[in-house]
């Protein structure tokens, strides 16, 4: 539970999923400035007195996809990726400890020298000692990604909510860049979601979710104090969960 700061908190514990892209500065794969500002939105909440753990995606640094497309062998271009993740979590630790928030990496492939090894209860201590909890390398397994990875990590911790951040407000009928027709969903419902093809998260980690009443809220990350507003109940951007109607109606439509 979160301490007495925490107040009006509408979660104790959630996952935030970042994306390598997030690391991104323009002459920097990891850019120093950027990966700060992150880690000041993150400690934001931790000061709070809720329980926060990130899991990161490797973009920034590599894209298996595009080198699998080349040839190479998929699950080689992965585990290339999961170490990608490592790179991003590692950033992220000293930028939080730079500003006085305990934080510990733990990695699903072994590497003693830098990370913790995944451990679920470890993790747990962790959280409850009010430290941030990074998750790097994945699943530690080929073929999975990082959506899934966050699904995983936020059941066997027990979050409340998958945090997804991203660089638009919310889901959208269509891309809003492209589509200026395009509407802002408030809610869905996990099935909407998989019918309708939207680009949440991949097909795995959206049954996971939708298989233990997991909920997303998809928000603008580059909004300051966004992650803030949605632990303390704030309506925006996109929130996915069991919602009891058979379509999309008005009310859950941002026109």
Request: overall charge neutral.
């Amino acid at each position: 539970m979160a301490n007495s700061k925490a107040g009006a908190a509408a979660f104790d514990r959630v996952l935030l999923k970042i994306s390598g892209e997030a690391f991104l500065g323009s002459e920097s794969s990891v850019d120093a400035v950027t990966t700060a500002w992150m880690a000041e939105q993150i400690a934001e909440v931790a000061r709070e007195g809720v329980s926060i753990a990130v899991v990161v995606g490797g973009g920034n640094i590599w894209r298996g996809k595009a080198h699998e497309a080349a040839g190479m062998d998929r699950a080689t271009a992965d585990y290339m990726g999961m170490l990608a993740t490592v790179i991003n979590a590692l950033a992220l630790q000293d930028a939080l400890e730079r500003i006085g928030i305990a934080s510990r990496v733990q990695t699903a492939i072994q590497m003693q020298q830098i990370a913790e090894p995944y451990i679920r209860r470890r993790a747990m201590r962790h959280l409850e000692k009010g430290r941030v909890v990074i998750f790097g390398a994945g699943t530690g397994n080929p073929y999975f990604t990082t959506d899934t990875t966050a699904a995983l990590r936020a059941v066997e911790i027990g979050a409340q909510a998958i945090l997804k951040a991203t660089k638009v407000d919310g889901i959208y009928s269509a891309d809003p860049k492209k589509d200026l027709t395009a509407t802002r969903f408030s809610k869905l419902d996990y099935l909407e979601v998989l019918q309708r093809g939207l680009e949440v998260m991949d097909n795995t980690a959206l049954t996971l979710c939708m298989d233990n009443g997991l909920p997303i809220i998809v928000f603008d990350m580059n909004v300051p104090g966004n992650i803030r507003r949605v632990v303390f109940g704030e309506q925006i951007g996109t929130t996915v969960s069991a919602v009891v109607r058979t379509s999309v109606t008005l009310e859950n439509v941002v026109q």
